[in-house]
Nanobody
């Protein structure tokens, strides 16, 4: 099993920045891709960004491209999401997730999930 715990959420004004962290533990060798997703009230969970655990290849949703950066520190088993130029529409609970097999952007393809961290962007 893989355990994931997010941190770094909070309240920030529009235009500000936050950095989310996701610490992985357990059988981290099973991880192929780490992803960040978010879910706003009344909306479905949506893909934000992903990074291949080995090699670091990244992919972003159009809504965050150019503003968010995903990175990882394999030595610390931690994935980060640097969020800049935040907008009120970025308000959501942010989840990190691990996909043991591929490079999907679909939540159903991810087997392991953290409990989430709340991000609120005020206008």
């Amino acid at each position: 099993q893989v355990q994931l715990v997010e941190s770094g959420g909070g309240l920030v004004q529009a235009g500000g920045s936050l950095r989310l962290s996701c610490a992985a533990s357990g059988r981290t060798f099973k991880i192929y891709t780490m992803g960040w997703f978010r879910q706003a009230p009344g909306k479905e969970r949506e893909f934000v960004a992903r990074i291949r655990w080995s090699g670091g290849v990244t992919y972003y949703a159009d809504a965050v491209k150019g503003r968010f950066t995903i990175s990882r520190d394999n030595a610390k088993n931690t994935v980060y999401l640097q969020m800049n130029s935040l907008k009120p529409e970025d308000t959501a609970v942010y989840y990190c997730a691990a996909d043991p097999y591929g490079n999907s952007f679909l939540p159903d393809e991810y087997d392991y999930w953290g409990p989430g961290t709340q991000v609120i962007v005020s206008s």
